[in-house]
C-alpha cells in the first residue's frame, strides 16, 4: 500500500529529517528578516494575508503550497543546503502574491484561470527572485520552469538591476504580453 511505503521512507529518514529541518531553521533565521523586509519593500507594506506558515518536510522532489491555509512542503533532504532558503521564499512569496492578485484582479479568483495565475506567480517569482536586489540576499538564483525560460529572461532586463519592482506594473506586463 503506498501509505505504508511512504511511512516507512518518512521512518527509516527520520534522523536526516530532524537535522536537516533544524539545519534548514537555522539557515532560515539568519536571513528571515531581511527577507520580509524585502517583501515588505516589494509589496509596499502590503499586509501578509493570515495562515499557519508551516512548512513540512516532503520526500518527494516537488514542493506544493496550500494558499487556505499558508502550508507547504520543503525538501528532506536537498545537496545545496542553502537552496532551501530560496524554496522557501519561493513558497512564501505565493502567499503574499496570490493574496495581492486577487485583491486586485478578482476575475482571476476564478476556477478557470488557475493554470494562467499559477503561470503568472511562477514567472513573477523568478523574476523577483533572480533580481540582483534578492541575490544579494539569497546568493542562488531561483530555479524557473523551462516554460518560463523565454518570458523570464525577456522581463529580466528590464527588472533585474531595478532597486525597487512595482508589483502591479510587473503583473500586468505578465497578464498582457503572456497568454498560456
Same mark, same amino acid.
Given at each position: 500500500?503506498?501509505?505504508?511505503?511512504?511511512?516507512?521512507?518518512? @521512518?527509516? #529518514?527520520?534522523?536526516?529529517?530532524?537535522?536537516?529541518?533544524?539545519?534548514?531553521?537555522?539557515?532560515?533565521?539568519?536571513?528571515?528578516?531581511?527577507?520580509?523586509?524585502?517583501?515588505?519593500?516589494?509589496?509596499?507594506?502590503?499586509?501578509?494575508?493570515?495562515?499557519?506558515?508551516?512548512?513540512?518536510?516532503?520526500?518527494?522532489?516537488?514542493?506544493?503550497?496550500?494558499?487556505?491555509?499558508?502550508?507547504?512542503?520543503?525538501?528532506?533532504?536537498?545537496?545545496?543546503?542553502?537552496?532551501?532558503?530560496?524554496?522557501?521564499?519561493?513558497?512564501?512569496?505565493?502567499?503574499?502574491?496570490?493574496?495581492?492578485?486577487?485583491?486586485?484582479?478578482?476575475?482571476?479568483?476564478? #476556477?478557470?484561470?488557475?493554470?494562467?495565475?499559477?503561470?503568472?506567480?511562477?514567472?513573477?517569482?523568478?523574476?523577483?527572485?533572480?533580481?540582483?536586489?534578492?541575490?544579494?540576499?539569497?546568493?542562488?538564483?531561483?530555479?524557473?520552469?523551462?516554460?518560463?525560460? #523565454?518570458?523570464?529572461?525577456? @522581463?529580466?532586463?528590464?527588472?533585474?538591476?531595478?532597486?525597487?519592482?512595482?508589483?502591479?506594473?510587473?503583473?500586468?506586463?505578465?497578464?498582457?504580453?503572456?497568454?498560456?
Amino acid at each position: 500500500m503506498v501509505s505504508d511505503f511512504v511511512g516507512s521512507v518518512y @521512518l527509516r #529518514n527520520k534522523k536526516t529529517i530532524n537535522k536537516n529541518i533544524n539545519l534548514y531553521q537555522k539557515n532560515w533565521s539568519k536571513i528571515e528578516e531581511k527577507y520580509f523586509l524585502l517583501v515588505d519593500d516589494l509589496f509596499s507594506g502590503y499586509v501578509w494575508p493570515k495562515g499557519k506558515y508551516i512548512a513540512y518536510p516532503t520526500i518527494w522532489g516537488m514542493y506544493p503550497r496550500f494558499l487556505e491555509d499558508k502550508i507547504f512542503q520543503i525538501p528532506y533532504k536537498y545537496k545545496k543546503k542553502n537552496y532551501v532558503n530560496v524554496i522557501i521564499a519561493h513558497e512564501m512569496l505565493h502567499f503574499i502574491f496570490y493574496d495581492f492578485l486577487f485583491k486586485e484582479y478578482p476575475k482571476y479568483k476564478l #476556477n478557470k484561470y488557475s493554470f494562467f495565475v499559477w503561470n503568472i506567480s511562477e514567472i513573477f517569482n523568478s523574476v523577483v527572485q533572480n533580481s540582483s536586489k534578492w541575490l544579494k540576499i539569497f546568493k542562488i538564483k531561483t530555479i524557473s520552469y523551462p516554460e518560463h525560460k #523565454n518570458i523570464i529572461n525577456k @522581463l529580466q532586463k528590464d527588472f533585474y538591476r531595478s532597486d525597487t519592482i512595482e508589483v502591479d506594473k510587473l503583473i500586468r506586463i505578465i497578464i498582457k504580453n503572456f497568454n498560456f
